[in-house]
């Protein structure tokens, strides 16, 4: 399954010599289709995380009211009810626990979809729709209902991209496991099933696993995707108390850390969001999001000198995976940094010359630069590393189709 990786940009333009120029900055909130275990999450009791910089100021107001956890989870007895007659129907007697849940859930995939709003439990079940974090959350409520173990994987897939205003969305994969239960009798069939299931709402092609996730990451997710939500309308201060809210579950995260410097970076306080990205950039281990995220910061602030040291930093990175790279790549075209994106794409083919996509990348911007030569040769050269049917022929139609320009003489 997928969750969403949410990119707030914020587009600024200004004319130099005649041109108009895009500046952004750019920060990472996270949400995820995972589910956590079927333990109840013992809410903190501060209204702070106790080691990011946060600072507060009476434009903020008042902490508002929001859902806990534990609503977060919960269904009314009526659907738990509904539920478990579904659970423990005789149709279902040669089926184990974990798999049962997984059937149905897949009685709502269809309502779901990367568009629509993050819902609670109960209102996604009621409404049979949701976004991927939703189903994660629906999923969470019925594992916990028929108390079956649950644990998540954080994927490493290419990022969908989506835009709304100034807010720019890549969806990627979580993979929920569905165990089964160990004090459930051995049934007929039991040598046709596996011990888990690893649910997956939206398989991709050449997904990894990149890491576990926890329950704590994955409640601080929540609240991470209702600050970008905020984000996306212009809600500042909303923003900010859910995005302080999920650095309460997950206080060290890159994401929200990313999140909140931009809310303060805009409402006027770019001295508490370069805090921010200095506490991130040395608190995390996976420095290439937020380092991105502080260099395109300086640029907005016209520190040119200290954002050259940042890119050179970046490009210094000691970070083997080039597929972390190929996401950082895919974020700078999208927000249509082309030089910052070309940099990284050939980072792919330094680390990674067998794979296509750091080629790919590199293709498209030596087109779009009005480079056609140069952009067939590297298309050619994916071309030749691709290995799915329908990637070679995309590339040998983009040949096909470049062919005008190569011959047209430019």
């Not at 969806?171 to 888990?196: A, G, N």
């Not at 600050?227 to 108390?241: K, S, T």
Request: include cysteine; charge should be neutral; aromatic fraction near 12%.
């Amino acid at each position: 399954m997928l969750f969403k990786q949410v990119k707030a940009a914020l587009f600024e333009s200004c004319v130099a010599r005649g041109k108009k120029i895009l500046v952004l900055s750019a920060a990472v909130l996270i949400t995820a289709c995972a589910s956590t275990s079927q333990k109840n999450l013992v809410e903190s009791q501060d209204s702070t995380p106790q080691n990011a910089p946060i600072a507060y100021y009476p434009i903020f107001g008042e902490r508002p009211e929001m859902v806990t956890p534990d609503e977060l989870f919960k269904l009314t007895p009526e659907q738990e009810e509904r539920f478990l007659k579904f659970y423990h129907s005789p149709y279902q007697a040669n089926l184990y626990g974990h798999r049962r849940v997984v059937k149905f859930i897949k009685q709502y995939i269809d309502g779901f979809n990367f568009h629509s709003d993050t819902l609670i439990a109960t209102d996604s079940l009621e409404q049979k729709r949701g976004n991927c974090l939703t189903l994660g959350i629906l999923t969470t409520a019925l594992t916990r209902v028929a108390d079956i173990e649950v644990g998540y994987e954080l994927m490493q897939a290419p990022p969908i991209y989506q835009r709304k205003g100034r807010v720019v969305t890549s969806s990627q994969h979580v993979r929920s496991i569905l165990y089964r239960p160990s004090d459930q009798q051995k049934i007929s069939t039991v040598f046709m099933f596996q011990p888990v299931v690893k649910l997956d709402y939206f398989p991709t092609r050449g997904a990894r696993v990149k890491r576990r996730v926890s329950e704590y990451e994955f409640i601080s997710m929540f609240y991470r995707n209702l600050a970008g939500d905020a984000l996306a309308d212009e809600e500042l201060v909303n923003a900010y108390w859910y995005i302080v809210e999920s650095l309460k579950y997950d206080d060290d995260n890159a994401h929200s850390t990313n999140i909140l410097a931009l809310v303060y970076d805009r409402m006027g306080f770019a001295e508490d969001a370069e805090k921010l990205y200095r506490y991130g950039i040395e608190k995390t281990d996976e420095k290439l999001e937020i380092l991105s995220n502080y260099h395109k910061f300086l640029l907005r602030h016209k520190r040119y000198a200290e954002a050259k040291e940042i890119k050179y930093e970046i490009t210094k990175i000691d970070q083997p995976n080039p597929f972390d790279w190929l996401e950082l790549a895919d974020r700078e075209f999208n927000f249509g940094d082309r030089s910052q994106a070309k940099l990284y794409y050939r980072k792919v083919i330094e680390l990674a010359p067998y794979l296509h996509d750091g080629y790919f990348g590199v293709s498209k911007i030596e087109f779009l630069e009005g480079n056609y030569s140069r952009a067939e040769k590297h298309l050619q050269k994916a071309l030749e590393r691709a290995f799915e049917d329908d990637t070679k022929n995309l590339y040998r139609a983009k040949l096909f189709a470049l062919g005008s320009y190569v011959d047209g003489g430019n």
